[in-house]
């Protein structure tokens, strides 16, 4: 019974080693970076993020630059945005009782932003941004 057992697993190993060898196998590895997007690190970059002193904060609240347009405004979170050449630029602000944390993050295209904007903002109103 016992090689039986070991005969089976030895087969079952070496069926699964040509598997992974076949040309189909081969062929779909190639392709496969082009065609699959794995995380979201591919949709947007985090650019940076930093906490914002109280000055900082009302300065930016007060004097908002004009090249950005605001996009999400609510009591703990603003979401500016600005194109650049070629990209699109967003400024994520999440504001608590005791601090201010702002990031910049990138989108390859106007294209890619318009078609992920609104599960980006979910995302961030889910609390994506972490404070410490």
């Known amino acids: 019974?016992?090689?039986?057992?070991?005969?089976?697993?030895?087969?079952?190993?070496?069926?699964?080693?040509?598997?992974?060898?076949?040309?189909?196998?081969?062929?779909?590895?190639?392709?496969?970076?082009?065609?699959?997007?794995?995380?979201s690190t591919e949709i947007f970059q985090l650019k940076g993020c930093k906490k914002e002193s109280s000055l900082e904060s009302w300065f930016n609240a007060e004097f908002p630059a004009a090249s950005y347009e605001l996009v999400v405004a609510e009591n703990d979170l603003e979401v500016w945005r600005t194109t650049h050449p070629g990209t699109v630029e967003v400024k994520a602000i999440q504001k608590t009782e005791t601090s201010t944390q702002s990031c910049l993050y990138e989108f390859s295209t106007k294209a890619v932003w318009d078609g992920y904007k609104e599960?980006?903002?979910?995302?961030?109103e889910n609390n994506l941004m972490t404070q410490d």
């Open 119 to 124: 599960q980006f903002i979910r995302e961030l």
């Open 1 to 39: 019974m016992k090689s039986i057992f070991v005969l089976s697993l030895t087969i079952i190993f070496l069926s699964g080693c040509s598997l992974y060898k076949s040309e189909g196998r081969k062929e779909f590895e190639s392709n496969a970076p082009g065609k699959v997007k794995t995380s």
